[in-house]
């Protein structure tokens, strides 16, 4: 099976743009708060209804995908939004632990992005195989996320 490669700096600089030019009502609002629980059943959600698409019903299994990628940027953005806001209050060994923490995130992001357009370009026979290694990079970008925001909320409470 082969899948769609991009270069790691190409991936990335597309990644930065899609978080650029996502728009507001994609983020939570600074009164809103989510929390892991929301994540985590969200995820489970779209993991579940992945499983759940055949073949016949890609074009919805792909949407279903892209507005969850969507929601995910955006709290993206509230995250490393947070982090600046609290920069000037991290020490430098914190600092370099949440932008490491940050860069994962995207970095698994990239990796979800890949499959993602495996998904919307995939063979019949390749269908089950694409929509597996979608969950799970969706699953390991998740627990990113999980540990990024709490590096960035432990850093809050010092």
């Not at 099976?1 to 991936?11: E, H």
């Not at 995910?72 to 920069?87: K, P, V, Y």
């Not at 430098?92 to 993602?116: G, I």
């Not at 390749?126 to 909320?153: P, Q, T, V």
Request: charged share 30%.
């Amino acid at each position: 099976m082969k899948l769609l490669k991009i270069k790691p700096y190409l991936a990335l600089g597309l990644l930065i743009a899609v978080l650029g030019v996502t728009q507001p009502g994609y983020c939570a609002s600074s009164g809103e708060t989510t929390t892991a629980a929301d994540i985590k059943r969200e995820t489970g959600e779209l993991l579940q209804a992945l499983k759940e698409y055949s073949v016949e019903q890609r074009d919805k299994a792909v949407e279903h995908a892209s507005d969850a990628l969507e929601n995910l940027d955006g709290r993206i953005e509230t995250l490393e939004a947070r982090m600046l806001e609290q920069w000037d209050e991290m020490d430098q060994a914190t600092r370099a632990k949440t932008q490491a923490s940050l860069q994962a995130l995207r970095q698994q992001r990239t990796r979800v992005a890949e499959w993602y357009g495996g998904m919307k370009s995939s063979s019949v026979s390749a269908w089950a195989d694409i929509k597996l290694g979608f969950s799970s990079a969706y699953e390991k970008l998740h627990e990113a996320w999980e540990g990024s925001e709490r590096e960035i909320s432990s850093e809050k409470k010092n």
